[in-house]
């Protein structure tokens, strides 16, 4: 067939899925669906069930005692819910940080950021939240680039955790969408339904709700019947032709996946989620109540030359407690309160089912249903959940008066036939992820670590291990021969670089500013305490707020927090103290006022007991919404630590940088150039609200930034706040540099899902463009547009070893559409470094693929909170920490009187 004939081929097909949604979505409950011609007839005594796309009847969230309950009907296998908890741990600490920030920051600078991260593929630009993937594939390389790759740095032979596919069929495939009725969830039982017709479809591959054939099949749409063994309920399966696929099709790579993923069933793992665990090879975490699966996640990709398949490591924390123990220990903590607090505890988790391997968001309890609720089934029968589960999952629920949790279906998953709640048994649901309260546990999350840091040589042996088990199956070996498929044996190997050294610069005389290398270890926290710092601001007036039993530690604390500044010729004069008599949040809020409209302090530094979040809060929200004071926030038992005088030196530098200072920074020839980064975060209390940071750099040495922080609720407000944010920075831009705007703009975008990226390519940038046409008064202007994506299952080898920082991958592992390459700009010295993929989506900047990644690498190194480099570039990491300190603390925007200021360290 011609490239023409596909192309219609596959019109024709989407326009007859289409056509055919659209028929089953106006059909109401009751009507009959189905082909016109079948395969068989149905068995004797099948009812006829509603067609998989007619319309649910609208059900309420708390249904009265005379409604018929709603079915527990679980979700389809493509639905996974979110994900249970992804372990990441970092060995470094950061005592000089603000408290409540101070964790948020160890996953900055490296770690084992094995698995994923939201429930979804921790692959490239993993999804957060609840997005939805738009499979087109937007090119953004410009057609002229005839190169993306760099030349400076010494070249290095690199190894990454992809394997070749060697050899792979490249005919035309089929693909058909396969419905069962009565709904069938478990993915196992509708493969092996639709297993009992192999003579009737041939060679296939299904993966519960997608199937690909060499073949088509006749008649279209086909009707099929089999027999689930469970129960001997009749079961009809229809199958439609939805497209065909022709090498280079986004679904013909999902075909691969499918079969990849087969492949894993073979090996006897579990799927959880959307990826396999080692049930058999659980590590039991039993002082915790935990236990821990080994897992893997893979995809095939086309990438620069050849389809790779991405195979990484990763873990799945999984707890041994049920929802029924969380309402137990309700109970006991407040027996007339009990209901409010399970509400408060449970609302918004992910709980596990084990009976279906889903994980469902809990958005309600129904008090009044218990499992011994009856509830109508599709054929009229009624039924109570205790017979009910025992009937199809042979599970007995031992407490028959314990509430039933409330979930709420996907508009998808309604469309295709589910009922808009779904109820759930507490008892029959497994609690998921760590609390903040785990978290705090030291001891927890370094037994977590002991298991889950795993170092390059054992990760590149656990992965050669993986491939090994794949050659040696032999029903993997016969599946990917009939497809003819190979894979190599071992982890493909390409030429990287390893960038040079960049020379970190301090303050002196003018002519004889200090310079040092940052070190092979991009460490430089020695001759920082010993040099002057690059801006010294003036500190005249500054107040400490601490609980009169804290004093004396406060006290010690900053006649150490003096000498500390004096080594890097900082002055800090001795503070006005003021003493409270205890550490509650409102105590603290009157004292700020009175301190604020007594003393007028350019800084006020607060001493408080423990970590306690709406303390914190009341803080921030008081100094930073509504009297505009920078603040500095350090917890008790930092005052007297073992070491204190390194805590004492990372709150000067961050005092320093919070009244308008600056320590260092590094060399970047280029003038007249503006570097923006952006992140998003969400609202801790308000669902589907979040805030967009952007910070601008607004001098050539990158020591004054301007921010602006917005609320939004959906993306085209998200574009229109980014825009207009953009524009202020510019003003500020000009009020800097003598009226003049930048010569060139550099943007890095974080928070982009890999469905978003073509949103904000036709959205965001166009935007963009029309604002900065107008501020440049319709003249030509330079902006590159990067999109930086940090949870990405790549790893990269150099030996058995980490890569060093400055290491480049910009060949072999990227993708041909883009303009992109991969930077590892930390040092990790526990677990195994993770690499930091950019995707250049919109470039006229002017500098070649080298000069940016040079760029890029220098601006990892201007993170004031780290005497180190970070893993994306620092305007970057400013705004998640601005966005972060909005999104937990102040739900909402901060004064304008502190944009200029970096107050958010």
């Known amino acids: 067939m011609s490239e023409g004939g596909r192309a219609r ?23 009959e669906h189905g082909p016109q011609q079948v395969q068989a007839r149905p068995p004797p005594g099948f009812q006829q069930q509603p067609a998989p796309g007619a319309r649910p009847q609208p059900q309420t969230a708390r249904p009265q005692p005379a409604m018929q309950q709603p079915p527990p009907q679980m979700a389809p296998p493509q639905s996974s819910g979110r994900a249970l908890h992804r372990v990441s741990v970092r060995s470094e600490s950061q005592p000089g940080d603000d408290m409540t920030a101070r964790m948020r920051e160890m996953s900055v600078a490296g770690g084992d950021n094995g698995g994923n991260g939201n429930g979804g593929p921790a692959g490239r630009g993993a999804l957060r939240g609840r997005r939805q993937v738009n499979v087109d594939i937007i090119r ?28 792979h069929t490249n005919w035309c495939l089929y693909q058909y969408r396969v419905d069962f009725a009565p709904e ?55 199958v439609r032709l939805v497209g065909d696929l022709a090498v280079g099709d986004y679904h013909y790579l999902q075909f691969f996946n499918i079969l990849m993923r087969k492949a894993l069933g073979h090996l006897q793992l579990q799927l959880v989620g959307r990826n396999f665990f080692d049930a058999k090879a659980k590590i039991l975490i039993d002082q915790f109540k935990l236990e821990l699966w080994p897992g893997y996640v893979t995809s095939i990709r086309q990438h620069e030359k050849e389809i790779l398949l991405c195979s990484e490591i990763t873990h799945k924390v999984m707890r041994q407690d049920t929802v029924l123990d969380l309402l137990t220990e309700c109970v006991q903590r407040g027996e007339r309160n009990y209901r409010n607090l399970f509400k408060q505890a449970i609302i918004g988790s992910v709980i596990l089912t084990d009976y279906n391997n889903h994980t469902y968001r809990v958005d309600d309890v129904d008090f009044d249903t218990t499992p011994s609720s009856k509830f109508t089934l599709r054929n009229g029968e009624q039924i109570s959940y205790i017979d009910y589960f025992y009937q199809k999952y042979q599970k007995r629920i031992q407490s028959r008066d314990q509430p039933m949790l409330v979930t709420r279906t996907k508009p998808r998953e309604r469309r295709a036939g589910m009922a808009e709640l779904v109820y759930l048994v507490p008892e029959l649901c497994r609690m998921t992820g760590l609390t903040d309260e785990m978290r705090g546990n030291f001891n927890l999350m370094k037994a977590l670590a002991e298991h889950t840091r795993v170092g390059p040589e054992s990760r590149i042996d656990r992965l050669n291990n993986f491939n090994r088990r794949l050659l040696r199956e032999q029903a993997i070996q016969t599946d990917l021969r009939e497809w003819n498929m190979r894979l190599a044996e071992k982890l493909v190997e390409f030429q990287g670089r390893v960038l040079p050294q960049e020379k970190i610069m301090q303050g002196g005389r003018p002519g004889q ?117 920078p603040t500095q926030v350090i917890v008790a038992r930092s005052l007297n630590a073992k070491g204190v ?52 750099s607004l001098d050539k040495p990158f020591s004054r930034y301007f921010s602006a922080v917005s609320a939004h609720t959906s993306g085209e407000e998200l574009s229109n706040y980014l825009t207009s944010n953009i524009a202020k920075a510019l003003h500020k831009y000009k009020e800097y540099n003598g009226g003049a705007l930048p010569q060139r703009i550099v943007i890095y975008r974080d928070g982009v899902g890999e469905g978003q990226i073509p949103y904000v390519f036709k959205h965001e940038v166009e935007l963009l463009k029309e604002q900065l046409m107008k501020m440049y008064g319709g ?24 890569p060093p920082p400055g290491t480049v991958a910009d060949e072999c592992i990227t993708l041909p559409e883009r303009y992109d390459f991969f930077l590892v700009s930390q040092s990790v010295r526990q677990g195994t470094v993770s690499p930091t993929s950019y995707n250049v989506i919109s470039d006229n900047v002017g500098l070649d693929p080298d000069k940016l990644q040079r760029l890029t690498y220098k601006l990892t190194h201007l993170y004031f909170n780290w005497s180190g480099t970070v893993r994306v570039p620092a305007p970057c990491q400013y705004a998640h920490k601005l966005a972060f300190l909005v999104g937990q603390a102040l739900h909402k925007a901060p004064s304008s009187r502190l944009e200029d200021l970096l107050y958010f360290l």
Not at 11 to 26: D, E, L, V
Not at 145 to 159: E, I, P, T, W, Y
Not at 203 to 219: A, C, E, K, Q
Not at 664 to 689: A, N, Q, R, Y
């Open 9 to 31: 081929g596959r019109a024709r097909g989407r326009a007859r899925g289409q056509q055919q949604q659209q028929q089953q979505t106006q059909r109401r409950p009751g009507e």
């Open 140 to 167: 953004t390389r410009p057609v002229k680039l005839d190169s993306k790759q760099g030349s400076s740095g010494r070249a290095v032979k690199l190894m990454a955790n992809y394997f070749k596919l060697e050899t």
């Open 184 to 238: 069938e969830d478990r993915t196992p039982i509708r493969k092996g339904l639709l297993r009992n017709h192999k003579a009737v479809l041939g060679g296939y591959i299904f993966d519960g709700t997608m199937m690909f054939t060499s073949h088509r099949l006749n008649p279209d749409p086909l009707e099929l019947f089999s027999t689930r063994a469970s129960d001997e309920t009749a079961i009809r399966i229809t």
């Open 513 to 629: 500013e200090v310079k040092y290398d940052a070190g092979a270890q991009t460490d430089w926290t020695r001759e920082l305490r010993s040099n002057p710092m690059l801006v010294i601001p003036s500190l005249n007036s500054w107040v400490v707020v601490c609980p009169n039993r804290l004093k004396r530690d406060a006290q010690n604390f900053v006649t150490t927090l003096v000498r500390a500044a004096q080594g890097m010729r900082f002055v800090i004069p001795q503070p006005y103290f003021y003493d409270i008599q205890d550490d509650r949040a409102g105590t603290f809020v009157e004292a700020l006022e009175e301190v604020i409209s007594g003393k007028d302090p350019q800084l006020i530094m607060c001493i408080v007991t423990n970590n306690r979040q709406d303390r914190y809060s009341a803080i921030k929200k008081k100094c930073c919404v509504d009297r505009a004071v």
């Open 645 to 696: 005088m390194s805590i004492a030196t990372k709150v000067a530098i961050q005092i320093c940088c919070k009244i308008g200072g600056a320590p260092w920074t590094v060399e970047i020839p280029l003038s007249g150039l503006m570097v923006v980064g952006f992140d998003v975060c969400h609202d801790t209390t308000t669902k589907g609200k979040s805030y967009g940071a952007l910070v601008a």
């Open 779 to 802: 003249q030509a202007f330079r902006m590159a547009f990067i999109v930086v994506t940090k949870r990405i299952n790549t790893r990269l080898f150099l030996g058995n070893n980490n």
